[in-house]
């Protein structure tokens, strides 16, 4: 084992190693991505509004159920129907995103490393942010935070890039537009913090720096248009065609959720601290380091100025808000693999001959096990789901006809018009008048209809109207949905065998409103 390490590491030190890296780092991230179901709620429901604005054929408008859904920009429901027609509606397609986002900045971090503090950094950079358990999972998410955190991450590079060349006297005025145009992707994979932070990053890093003069290299006038022309387009659209969306996207989704309580996930400020030093073990014990001398009088303070301002800019915003999600913390993972890997570097430079080579089979060892830990995670997390709707949904695919309509009682199971192929939106059935004001799909499927009033009012369907409403069609199927403790309250299926039940005892009712239904619960 200590010989095939020490080849380990001679292999990734040789020239033109990196020319296997790209593919190996991509292969890494990308094989295991079919493994998982969907996971509730936000993978499901991430895919499942790419599923659906691909099912009514349309592109520029995010759908749920049908209904306009301003909660997130577009990029990641467009590179996921795009996925989607290129290999089909499935879990691998579904995460395609989020894992060529996780690769392009990863792969990005390491040619930046390389170019400013040699191969042997970059080599450890790369291993290092790639072996994290919480980068690898976020890789393999299909929601929007890797997506954003990897845009991010090539805004900072592209715009530190951009400053380091215009000082040695380079060309650098097309990084300074690629800075422009990754901030405008950044801006359309989840809002205004696409160039919030990455912006922040520069700026109070060009200023603790004595670089302000420099702040010009970003906002040269061509490198904004580019900004503006990726950016604006789709913002514009949706409000010309939907009034009030400026209001309900930039305010309410921006500013007031930022500062409110009142949503999911309320955590304390220091929430991330801990969590990001326990998922990405066993590397994040080389962060003792930080605290001895040798670390800062070696290691390169122009590139370690950058990664402290980044780490410092994202791990504090994301601390400030009550409500803490695990993936909003992603985009640290690549400042502080740079200085992990500085703080190895350190030790490896300082070190007798002896015990360097014992420091080189423990970098090995630490890769092995994080290796371990990644793959292990995954297989866990994938035997111990028990709501998705995969099966269900493979059960229904196989008797729905173009016709039939779903009725989903006081739930709204995102994954399942994926998995069932749906072939138009569902009624929704709960008590829609007296809902309240709180981070649920409820709100999401009510603010939808409230961009498509007459559409929303066809399909959120109150408690007492369903029935009647069934009652009023002829010899229509219904696929009739509910939870494990609410479908004892609906008589029209309480007294009927289920069509199929799920792991987590949700059931599906298939219901034809023929003569017999209508003669038993249509004339009471």
């Known amino acids: 084992m200590k010989k095939l390490l020490e080849q380990l590491w001679a292999l990734a030190l040789r020239p033109h190693a990196e020319r296997w890296f790209a593919p190996a780092v991509a292969l890494w991230l990308a094989c295991l991505a079919w493994m998982r179901f969907l996971h509730l709620p936000d993978e499901g429901r991430y895919v499942g509004v790419a599923w659906d604005m691909l099912r009514a054929n349309s592109p520029w408008v995010p759908l749920i159920n049908g209904l306009p859904y301003f909660h997130k920009p577009p ?235 980044w780490l410092a800019v994202m791990a504090i915003f994301f601390s400030i808000p009550a409500s803490k999600l695990i993936g909003y913390i992603l985009p640290v993972l690549f400042p502080l693999a740079v200085l992990l890997a500085e703080v190895v570097t350190t030790y490896l430079d300082s070190a007798t001959t002896a015990i360097r080579q014992h420091l080189r089979r423990s970098v090995m060892t630490c890769f092995v096990i994080a290796v371990f830990v990644c793959v292990t995670t995954l297989i866990i997390f994938r035997f111990n789901q028990k709501d998705s709707g995969a099966n269900m949904g493979a059960r229904i695919a196989s008797e729905l006809q173009a016709d039939d309509t779903f009725v989903f009682l006081k739930s709204y199971p995102f994954d399942l018009p994926l998995y069932a192929g749906m072939r138009k939106p569902a009624w929704v059935v709960e008590n829609w008048p007296a809902l309240v004001q709180r981070d649920n799909w409820r709100n999401e499927l009510a603010d939808a209809a409230q961009f498509n009033p007459d559409l929303g009012r066809e399909l959120l369907v109150n408690s007492e109207a369903v029935l009647p409403r069934m009652c009023q069609t002829s010899d229509r199927v219904f696929w009739v949905r509910a939870d494990a403790d609410e479908w004892p309250a609906w008589g029209f299926i309480k007294d009927v065998q289920p069509f199929v039940r799920e792991d987590n005892e949700a059931m599906v009712w298939k219901i034809t409103t023929d003569q017999a239904f209508k003669t038993k619960f249509c004339q009471q």
């Open 75 to 309: 990029l990641f429901y467009w590179l996921t129907q795009l996925s989607f027609g290129l290999f089909g509606a499935h879990e691998w397609s579904a995460r395609l995103a989020p894992v060529l986002a996780a690769w392009i900045a990863a792969m990005a971090l390491f040619f930046f490393v390389r170019k400013y503090r040699g191969v042997r950094v970059a080599v450890l950079t790369l291993g290092v942010l790639v072996t994290m358990p919480l980068f690898y999972g976020g890789a393999q998410y299909a929601n929007l935070d890797m997506l954003v955190a990897g845009m991010m991450t090539m805004t900072v590079l592209a715009g530190a890039e951009a400053v380091f060349r215009n000082e040695s006297g380079q060309a650098w005025r097309k990084m300074s537009i690629w800075a422009g145009v990754f901030a405008a992707l950044s801006i359309l994979a989840k809002g205004l913090i696409g160039i919030v932070l990455p912006g922040g990053v520069l700026f109070f890093w060009l200023i603790l720096s004595g670089r302000w003069r420099k702040l010009g290299v970003l906002l040269w006038p061509p490198a904004l248009l580019a900004f503006l022309l990726v950016m604006l387009p789709w913002f514009a659209l949706m409000q010309h065609l939907y009034a009030g969306f400026f209001d309900y996207f930039f305010v309410y989704q921006h500013f007031e959720r930022f500062v409110s309580e009142s949503f999911n996930n309320t955590q304390p400020f220091w929430f991330y601290v801990p969590l990001v030093l326990s998922m990405t073990l066993p590397w994040s014990l080389a962060a003792f380091g930080f605290f001895t001398p040798s670390f800062w009088r070696q290691s390169n303070s122009q590139l370690n100025s950058l990664m402290w301002c």
